[in-house]
């Protein structure tokens, strides 16, 4: 699955669930703007920032609105730096990375890569959790994503909030990361 058709495959299921944010995505950045920004950014990338740059803040918003997954707001280049540039991450030397999905919180979805072999891997970072998710790329990543919502894994719960069921996304991801 290529990157723009997995973010389709969220995009459809957040439709599916009438979700706010899929009106809220800001359109995407020209491929020269992402790579002037970012050393040796891989093709994953400039599909993912050429698909939506963010996602529009309103009035009276709340991070269900803008929930790209339960509790995740897709952020735009811009902030992706800056949120970068305020936490540190131990990297090698020549890897970079960069954060995709941020919570209030501070947690976040990030992506790592070398200028010699391209994306690395995507983690998942939940400050005090006993282990991080990893996924062996972005398209797993989304893949997992657009699964997670077809099996009610990720679904509106009965006072209309994006929530996830832990046991179920865990079943979900093992099966495509694991595989």
Request: proline share 5%; glycine share 6%; aromatic share 10%.
């Amino acid at each position: 699955m290529a990157i723009t058709e997995g973010l389709d495959g969220v995009r459809r299921e957040l439709d599916r669930l009438d979700r706010k944010v899929v009106h809220l995505f800001e359109p995407g950045l020209p491929s020269e703007a992402v790579r002037s920004r970012l050393d040796a950014a891989p093709d994953e990338l400039i599909a993912w920032f050429g698909w939506a740059d963010g996602t529009r803040a309103e009035e009276d918003q709340t991070v269900d609105d803008a929930s790209f997954i339960p509790g995740y707001v897709l952020v735009s280049l811009d902030e992706a730096m800056e949120f970068r540039d305020a936490v540190e991450v131990e990297a090698d030397g020549d890897t970079h990375w960069l954060p995709l999905l941020v919570s209030p919180a501070g947690d976040f979805y990030a992506v790592a890569w070398t200028a010699h072999e391209g994306i690395v891997q995507v983690w998942s970072y939940v400050d005090g959790a006993p282990d991080q998710t990893d996924y062996p790329d972005m398209d797993r990543m989304l893949r997992t994503f657009v699964e997670s919502f077809r099996t009610g894994a990720f679904e509106v719960d009965d006072e209309g909030y994006l929530d996830m069921h832990p046991e179920l996304a865990e079943r979900v991801y093992e099966a495509i990361n694991r595989s």
